[in-house]
C-alpha cells in the first residue's frame, strides 16, 4: 500500500481533494476557483482506507516553481496532468514531505511566498490566492487577489 510520502516521491498525487499529511492523516477540502473562489471544507478521512479502493486514481504532477523559506523549509507549486489540477506542498528544514494539498479544480498553482509568521499565500492560474497555515493547512483561506502577506 502506497503512503503520500511514495506518491509524491513518484510525482503522483491521488485524485481526491484535499490535504494529505505525511503521518497518514488526511483531510477533504475542495478549492473552487468558479464562479467564485472559495474553499468547502468537509473533514477528516482515512486515506489507506479511500486508497484501497482507488489505487488507479492517481495524477502525474509537475512541480512549476520551488521557493525556499527562512529556516531551510521548502515549498512546491504546480499542476496535474488534467489542466484543472493543482497542488501546494511543504517540505520542513531536512527536505522532508510534511503535507501536500491536491485540487481537482482550483487549476495549477503559479506562485508562493510566506505570508507572515507561520503562513504561505499561494496564487493560481486562475487569478485567486489562497493563505495556508503552515502548521495546520486544513485551515485555508481565499484572500483578496493583490495579497501577499
Known amino acids: 500500500m502506497k503512503n503520500i510520502i511514495e ?3 513518484n ?10 499529511f505525511s503521518n497518514g492523516k488526511s483531510f477533504s477540502i475542495s478549492i473552487l476557483a468558479y464562479p467564485a473562489p472559495h474553499i468547502c471544507s468537509r473533514g477528516w478521512f482515512d486515506f489507506e482506507e479511500y486508497f484501497k479502493g482507488n489505487q488507479e486514481e492517481v495524477t502525474s504532477i509537475d512541480v512549476t516553481k520551488r521557493v525556499v523559506l527562512k529556516g531551510g ?23 522532508l514531505l510534511e503535507w501536500v494539498v491536491y485540487s481537482e479544480s482550483s487549476n495549477p498553482f503559479i506562485d508562493i ?14 487569478g485567486f490566492k489562497i493563505k495556508i497555515s503552515i502548521s495546520n493547512p486544513e485551515e485555508m483561506e481565499v484572500v483578496s487577489p493583490d495579497a501577499v502577506g
Open 7 to 9: 506518491l509524491w516521491s
Open 11 to 20: 510525482e503522483e498525487l491521488p485524485i481526491k481533494d484535499g490535504v494529505y
Open 73 to 95: 523549509a521548502c515549498c512546491y507549486v504546480g499542476e496535474g496532468s488534467y489542466g484543472s489540477e493543482g497542488f501546494i506542498a511543504y517540505e520542513n528544514n531536512h527536505k
Open 113 to 126: 511566498k510566506e505570508g507572515g509568521a507561520n503562513a504561505l499565500v499561494a496564487e493560481s492560474s486562475a
